[in-house]
């Protein structure tokens, strides 16, 4: 039993030392969401702490990821929400894809699903935690930065066949 107990130890202290690449890329201010779009300064901290985390090219990693095996679940976590939403690329993309991530956005905050409320557990990221009136802000914000443009080319697309 002790063997296999020290065996354990080994190996959880063996993977200390293989990490996943940090992500920090240089942002070009002339794509990023909170340059482009100049919210005032209550939504550009809110969007810093509680969206830019984990939907753009700067993260600020918290200190539990130097812990193998949490920082390849935090920095998949990472991956996954530039996918769906990067705010470093945010003027780069589509019109109608911008205008369906913010879509996304505010059904996201209609469910309180973003940011991830598992992060708020034992203190973790605590900051990025927001208030019914944060929220409401936020939803207003990524309204104001819609078009319709997703609903035209969402309908052309079932015109045409392409989804249902």
């Given amino acids: 039993m002790i063997k296999v107990l020290y065996l354990l130890l080994a190996i959880i202290i063996i993977a200390q030392f293989i990490r996943p690449a940090r992500i920090a890329d240089p942002v070009d201010p002339a794509t990023d969401l909170i340059a482009v779009t100049k919210p005032d ?49 945010w003027a780069s993309v589509k019109g109608f894809e911008r205008d369906h991530q913010a879509k996304d956005a505010m059904e996201e905050m209609d469910k309180k699903e973003m940011p ?42 079932k015109a045409a066949g392409e989804i249902k």
């Avoid at 830019?52 to 130097?66: E, G, I, M, T, V």
């Fill in 41 to 89: 300064a209550e939504i550009a901290q809110m969007l810093r702490t509680s969206c830019y985390d984990c939907h753009s090219h700067q993260p600020n990693y918290p200190w539990y990821f130097a812990i193998t095996p949490v920082n390849f679940w935090l920095n998949d976590h990472i991956q996954d929400g530039l996918k769906h939403f990067d705010a470093s690329t």
């Fill in 116 to 157: 991830i409320p598992d992060f708020f557990y034992l203190g973790r990221h605590a900051d990025a935690k927001l208030s019914d009136a944060q929220y409401g802000k936020l939803y207003s914000y990524f309204e104001s930065l819609r078009d319709g443009s997703w609903d035209i080319e969402k309908a052309r697309r």
